[in-house]
């Protein structure tokens, strides 16, 4: 039997639009996929779900022609996976049933209309997405940038398909947008659930007000963590062939069947090498240490604490770059961003030049590549982290960057210098991320990436260019 719903309430109908402009070979185009194409099938099919496209009002040949010329994409899929949309699932709890057709093997019918969408070459593409995510809730496979997350947001609005819009959202709050990327986000917000729309919002209209929360959590320990957990360490510590050992240790981690336990192992491995790094540039920052102990004795100690904090961040940065690879520092960003205490103590290492040049040169080039590796992981979408996150680890580590973009000399010596001007880069998009008073605050404290000279900061022109163009809409609500 066959179901279409021909109302539309006026949310469906701005939806239409959105989700497309109706482009004026879209129906052949759409007509010569349904015609090559044979019809796709999902697991445990039980129901023909039949795509048509919906002819344009001002399309009087579309209108002219019969139903049954309507450009179609036929899909088997499974009524038990429909169920996930609260629209289909009206549609089949009030008004199916599974009523014997012989064009389909007995399978029951249900049809529902595609408006003509932006690209004339995949009509039903969309559609076909957000029904394959109906199957198999694959949303990080699915969504791997701001346009896929906007293409497949208007469909899941349309049918009610809740955790396909909160994975959209969700990922669109997190990441940076172009300029037409923004447009489509101020034309889709009103058709969201409130607090998903103030949350894409805040970041490009000032706010009538600020609110904000976090939450966090941890787990307990399995046998199979125990291995894991042991051959990191192995990695880490004293091998006879540690980059040999690292390379297969990454290996087995990256092909590991459960990422929530690799996660976990890694997290674990990630504090404890970060409390020893704490620990150590905390003896070395310490008032009393340095009162305590005389002269030469002291130096020894300082030596000795310094060269072990350098092994350690090093351990921190391979641990960072199997995090980032497997998709899994979410928690260590959090982390790292709240490291105000670990910041000051290598800003005043950092004015000790004599100290870390002399003893331990590559300190701060091995942090640096820490935060750096962190923050490109946010920008690329590779960490989705909260704003309250991606704000103070631009907060936090800040300063460290403007200290070291200030010592060029100093950086070069003996290592490889980390680009600063790619870490001001990649903050000044994460700035971009930020609502509107966030990234007031936070742009005021990146001046000093222009004392080269004008010309040499684009990125900070646009940065400040961007804030004014944001900072100068209408306040949320005050429009329509």
């Known amino acids: 039997m066959s179901l279409r719903k021909r109302q539309r309430s006026?949310?469906?109908?701005?939806?239409s639009t959105l989700s497309s402009s109706p482009a004026p070979h879209a129906a052949a185009a759409a007509?010569?996929?349904?015609?090559s194409s044979p019809p796709l099938s999902f697991p445990n099919a039980d129901l023909v779900l039949r795509l048509h496209l919906d002819p344009c009002p001002d399309d009087d040949a579309?209108?002219?022609a019969g139903e049954d010329h309507r450009p179609s994409l036929d899909l088997h899929v499974s009524s038990a996976s429909l169920l996930r949309s609260r629209y289909f699932a009206a549609l089949l709890s009030d008004r199916w049933s599974p009523a014997p057709t012989s064009a389909a093997g007995g399978h029951g019918h249900l049809s529902l209309a595609v408006a003509a969408p932006r690209s004339a070459s995949h009509p039903f593409h969309a559609h076909v997405e957000v029904v394959r995510l109906l199957h198999t809730l694959d949303f990080a496979g699915a969504i791997h940038s701001p346009a896929d997350a906007l293409d497949i947001l208007p469909v899941a609005l349309q049918l009610l398909f809740d955790a396909c819009v909160e994975a959209c959202t969700r990922f669109l709050e997190a990441v940076p947008w172009s300029p037409d990327e923004e447009a489509r986000v101020l034309e889709i917000a009103p058709l969201l659930p409130a607090d998903e729309a103030a949350d894409l919002l805040a970041r490009i209209t000032p706010p009538p007000a600020a609110s904000?929360?976090?939450a966090g959590g941890e787990a307990a320990r399995s046998p199979s963590e125990a291995m894991l957990h042991g051959l990191i360490h192995s990695a880490i510590h004293g091998h006879p062939v540690p980059a040999a050992t690292k390379a297969f240790v990454a290996m087995l981690l990256k092909d590991y069947p459960s990422r929530d336990c690799v996660q976990k192992v890694l997290d674990e491995a990630f504090l404890s090498r970060l409390e020893t790094v704490k620990e150590l540039m905390?003896?070395?920052?310490?008032?009393?240490?340095?009162?305590?102990?005389?002269?030469?004795?002291?130096?020894?100690i300082q030596r000795l604490n310094l060269q072990s904090a350098v092994l350690n961040v090093r351990h921190l940065l391979w641990l960072i770059e199997r995090m980032v690879e497997m998709r899994v520092a979410g928690n260590a960003v959090k982390l790292w961003?709240?490291?105000a205490a670990l910041t000051a103590d290598l800003q005043k290492l950092l004015n000790d030049v004599d100290m870390w040049k002399n003893i331990t040169p590559g300190l701060p080039v091995l942090v640096t590549r820490c935060t750096l590796r962190f923050a490109n992981s946010v920008v690329n979408g590779e960490t989705i982290v909260p704003r309250q996150v991606r704000t103070k680890l631009v907060r936090s580590w800040l300063p460290v960057l403007n200290v070291c973009r200030n010592m060029v000399q100093p950086m070069q010596c003996g290592y490889k210098s980390p680009n600063c001007q790619e870490l001001e880069e990649t903050f000044l998009q994460i700035i971009s991320t930020l609502p509107v008073p966030d990234a007031q605050e936070l742009l005021q404290q990146c001046l000093g990436f222009s004392t080269r000279n004008v010309d040499d900061c684009p990125h900070l022109i646009a940065a400040f260019k961007t804030w004014f163009r944001r900072a100068g809409r209408a306040p949320q609500g005050a429009e329509n």
């Open 337 to 339: 961003s709240e490291q």
């Open 10 to 15: 006026a949310s469906s109908s701005r939806l």
């Open 212 to 214: 904000a929360s976090a």
């Open 31 to 35: 007509a010569s996929a349904s015609a």
């Open 62 to 64: 579309d209108l002219d």
């Open 282 to 300: 905390g003896k070395y920052a310490s008032p009393d240490f340095r009162v305590a102990v005389d002269s030469d004795e002291r130096d020894a």
